[in-house]
């Protein structure tokens, strides 16, 4: 069967010398592997969280497609260029490897992943975007915290509650302004920029988050990365 997709890439592999294995999420198929063939001679750019319109033939007792024809259906000019960009292109890449390799079609969440990667390349404040694009991630795919009281001075990360109520548990965050923090990356607001040392704080408790909700998720390496150069 033959078919056209518009296509986010997630991952490459070689496959041979002139061919490649692909890994997309797809906008009306959800996640897709694909073989590349003579992929590598045609020097085509593949690159890690591009947008692509693909033309591919699959058989329906295949879990492997063949591509085609692969263009681009946006191109980015500063993302690849710039190495705190590259960085957080690998960061969101491993968030995405990781939870997606099961996952059907869903138009919501393709219309998410497009708009933060098209507003990664236009964004001019860096430091903000792994809390935020985490925090609404988790959020969009099922594992958003609680909000028990409208402001909360604790989050309890293993409950996935934000209340006012403390609790002796190490799995309880009780700091009045990375719990405002937390809450704000989850449910945005116009509040004042916060401190830098609540950016650094605030996106290890939510990869700690992340891990306690969702079975095998890490971003131990990625998130030393983050924090020896987006936040030094």
Same mark, same amino acid.
């Given at each position: ?6 296509? /986010? ?29 003579? #992929? ?24 492997? #497609? ?41 138009? /919501? ?124």
């Amino acid at each position: 069967m033959k078919a056209k997709e518009l296509a /986010l890439l997630l991952d490459k592999q070689a496959y041979s010398e002139s061919s490649s294995i692909l890994h997309f999420y797809t906008q009306e198929k959800g996640y897709q592997t694909f073989i590349f063939k003579g #992929g590598l001679k045609k020097k085509k750019a593949l690159n890690q969280l591009g947008l692509y319109e693909l033309t591919y033939f699959k058989r329906p007792e295949s879990d492997l #497609g063949i591509i085609n024809q692969l263009d681009f259906a946006w191109s980015a000019f500063q993302m690849y260029q710039h190495p705190q960009k590259v960085l957080l292109v690998f960061f969101v890449a491993d968030i995405l490897k990781q939870t997606l390799r099961h996952q059907g079609p869903d138009p /919501l969440l393709f219309d998410f992943l497009r708009t933060q990667i098209i507003g990664l390349e236009t964004n001019n404040n860096d430091k903000y975007f792994p809390t935020s694009f985490l925090a609404q991630y988790l959020m969009i795919m099922g594992y958003a915290p609680l909000l028990e009281h409208e402001d909360p001075n604790h989050f309890d990360l293993k409950r996935g509650v934000f209340d006012a109520a403390q609790l002796e548990s190490i799995d309880c965050i009780d700091d009045p302004g990375l719990v405002a923090f937390l809450k704000a990356q989850f449910w945005p607001t116009e509040e004042p920029q916060f401190q830098k040392e609540h950016l650094k704080a605030g996106l290890q408790i939510l990869v700690r988050y992340a891990g306690m909700h969702i079975p095998g998720f890490h971003l131990d390496k990625t998130l030393e990365i983050l924090h020896e150069t987006l936040y030094s």
